[in-house]
């Protein structure tokens, strides 16, 4: 095969070819050309130039780049041309980044989809709507997350104040509980006295809470339960409502 051809050419589709049929383009060419199954001494050479394909013509900004670097007909290789394209379009605290390192926001990222993605309009429509929902997903869960480590902040404040308040009662009461359990048995402590020990138990063990849910307050506010939010839930749903691939 020679190794001078198009992406397109390489993957034996159209220039206006869908991503299904780069799929399955994709795949029947690495059936043939993998260096497992195929001997051929360029075998290597030629999978690699495979995936690069892919990964181009699958990235719609990547792919419109792509399509307009074919149109020009420049005598130089794909890379080398986006790397002089790069250095004319970035201002000079710029020229060190890479291209394939530009980082943009996923808003920028579905305008740019919407604009060059060679997709169906309903599949447009239906990628628009599940980002949309995604989106208004995780600020429901950010504003759920901000509401309740600060209720648990506040109720925790608040329970310890009550005590505080009432603490001779509350000590002489975990006192007679204590007692009453190591002199009677934990079970037989209970049966005997069930009107009075539960409530004990249940006010002992909510002032114990009340010291753990500020920790609980903490965790829910720090920066990596956000990343998670935002990184890994709202970027993975992001990606699966555009069909973006890695």
Known sequence: MDTNLSFYELL????????????????????????????????????????????????????????????????ETY??????????EYSANEKEKNYEDKKVTKWQYLKEWIKYARVSKFRKVIGVTGVLLESLLCFIIKCLIIVIAYVT?????????????????????AVLVIGTIFTNGFDKAISDNKNIMMPAIIAILVYIASFILPLLSKVLLSAKTFDILYNKIDISLFKASVGYKN
């Open 153 to 173: 902040t506040l109720g925790s404040i608040m329970i310890r104040e009550i005590y505080r308040y009432l603490s001779p009662i509350f000590g002489i009461l």
């Open 12 to 75: 034996g589709v159209k220039n206006d070819a869908t991503e299904d049929e780069i799929k399955q383009a994709y795949k029947k060419q690495m059936k043939k050309w993998h260096p497992d199954i195929n001997k051929d001494p360029n075998a290597v050479n030629i999978s690699s130039r495979i995936n690069e394909a892919k990964e181009i013509l699958l990235d719609p900004i990547k792919r419109y780049d792509y399509d307009e670097y074919l149109k020009k007909k420049v005598n």
């Open 79 to 88: 890379n080398r041309y986006t790397q002089k394209k790069n250095k004319e």
